[in-house]
């Protein structure tokens, strides 16, 4: 089966940065060809939201307005991973964050019901 493995995350303090990766495997075994590959994340109690996704062939990048200019979605394709960068963290940035992929060749989707397969999760916690 095709699965997405995050590594990465942990506690850091406001203003910090953080790297956090997500690597495919069974693409090439599953016949499953990437359209997108997204971030999202979860606080107790809320809903997930997106944060980031990078359309696979081109690196079209799509981001939510709370990280714009602070987070940034590259991928390394030969690998099949795909990278968020996060700097100046905030409190409210804490969340458990997940990785997730899209079939779909288009613009990459907000949506988290768009997205087939789902990485295990990291916490990010960030101290005021």
């Known amino acids: 089966q095709v699965q997405l493995v995050q590594s990465g995350g942990g506690l850091v303090q406001a203003g910090d940065s953080l790297n956090i990766t997500c690597t495919a495997s069974?693409?090439?075994?599953?016949?499953?060809?990437?359209?997108?590959l997204g971030w999202f994340r979860q606080s107790p109690g809320k809903e997930r939201d997106f944060v980031a996704a990078?359309?696979?062939?081109?690196?079209?990048?799509r981001y939510a307005d709370s990280v714009k200019g602070r987070f940034t979605i590259s991928r390394d394709n030969a690998d099949n991973t795909v990278y968020l960068q996060m700097r100046s963290l905030k409190p409210e940035d804490t969340a458990i964050y997940y990785c997730?992929?899209?079939?779909?060749?288009?613009?990459?989707?907000?949506?988290?019901?768009?997205?087939?397969?789902w990485g295990q999760g990291t916490q990010v916690t960030v101290s005021s």
């Open positions: 997730a992929a899209e079939v779909t060749w288009a613009r990459p989707s907000q949506n988290e019901n768009e997205y087939d397969v």
């Open positions: 069974g693409f090439i075994d599953n016949g499953y060809n990437p359209g997108n």
């Open positions: 990078i359309r696979w062939k081109d690196g079209l990048t």
